[in-house]
């Protein structure tokens, strides 16, 4: 799956669960009564802080819900909502970390409990254990008291939609989207499930939320406008919906591609600025260099290793062994 289509699931799931009034509902319905029972509900916030560290943020999203138990009002609890669309066998060392960087971020003789939640909407059944410990095959029962014991709460969304849990017609419509949204042949279930917004909410809720799902069909699939238009001119304001939504993301992918340029561009000429410091450098040390050896410089497209070289040329001592070290680095 590629890395924009992975971004559009994501995006889905946030712009709906991101929205306390639905994320209420989400753990209302969704999470076991024994622990539902004991939260009060009407604390629940969406936190702005997320327990995915800063280089892992291109690749890894969570949803941090923070609220209260009942009758302890310092008490403080997070639900930690890690979506999925692909099966992913280190899902629990992702979560462990997630865990880490929260605590290790309150510091506090009490620290808050965490409940790790994985929503699931791929196309495979989740094949996985949710105990942490699984991962570990120790030679002997003595070894596990060394071993973090948790374990995470596993959602999966065909599964809810097969056993029909009691639910909201945002939080049904959600799903049935979820699950379908992989199969070309099922789409005409998506377009059945907007109507349901439209039946049941007012309009102006039905219409955010249905501007939402298009958004996120037109971003995920490979239908086009006209085709996702043909299925909704029935609903109200539904060609404008899409044509305006289509607009945006036109709009959204010249932007990201003028950043992107803009980036490629900052990134090649910090590669030449290298180069040639290197090649100056060079030219210092040992006097006029040949002409082949400045070509084998600029073959190299790796800055940490121009860094590294220059960095050495001040320990060789004669311009064979540099060349030799050139020549090793335009190799990697």
């Known amino acids: 799956m590629s890395k924009k289509i992975s971004k559009a699931h994501d995006s889905f799931v946030k712009n709906i669960l991101g929205r306390e009034v639905y994320a209420r509902d989400f753990i209302r319905y969704y999470l076991p009564e024994r622990i539902t029972s004991q939260l009060d509900l009407d604390t629940l916030e969406v936190s702005s802080k997320s327990f995915v560290s800063d280089e892992l943020k291109e690749n890894l999203t969570d949803l941090v819900m923070s609220l209260q138990f009942k009758n302890r009002d310092l008490a403080e609890i997070y639900m930690l909502i890690e979506h999925k669309s692909n099966l992913y066998h280190l899902t629990k060392l992702q979560l462990f970390g997630y865990l880490n960087e929260a605590w290790q971020n309150k510091r506090k003789d009490e620290l808050p409990i965490i409940i790790p939640v994985v929503f699931y909407h791929g196309k495979k059944k989740w094949n996985y254990s949710l105990e942490f410990s699984d991962m570990f095959k120790p030679p002997g029962k003595h070894y596990f008291k060394y071993i973090p014991k948790f374990e995470h709460i596993l959602l999966q969304v065909p599964e809810i939609n097969k056993q029909k849990i009691k639910s909201t017609i945002v939080l049904e419509v959600f799903n049935l989207v979820l699950e379908h949204i992989f199969y070309p042949d099922r789409r005409d279930r998506i377009y059945k499930a907007m109507e349901l917004l439209f039946q049941?909410?007012?309009?102006?809720?039905?219409?955010e939320i249905f501007a939402?799902?298009?958004?996120y069909m037109l971003s995920a699939t490979d239908l086009t406008p006209e085709e996702v238009e043909e299925n909704v001119r029935h609903l109200p304001k539904g060609a404008d919906t899409v044509r305006t939504t289509a607009d945006v993301l036109r709009e959204e992918g010249k932007h990201e591609g003028v950043i992107?340029?803009?980036?490629?561009?900052i990134v090649k000429g910090e590669l030449k600025a290298t180069q040639e410091t290197l090649i100056d450098l060079a030219v210092e040390v040992y006097g006029p260099i040949p002409?082949?050896?400045?070509?084998?410089?600029?073959s190299i497209q790796s800055i940490e290793n121009l860094r590294a070289l220059n960095r050495k040329i001040i320990r060789t001592e004669s311009l064979d062994e540099f060349t030799e070290l050139v020549d090793r680095a335009a190799l990697n």
């Open 260 to 265: 992107i340029g803009e980036q490629q561009g």
């Open 200 to 207: 049941g909410l007012q309009a102006e809720e039905a219409g």
């Open 212 to 215: 939402v799902i298009v958004k």
């Open 291 to 298: 002409d082949m050896l400045q070509v084998k410089i600029k």
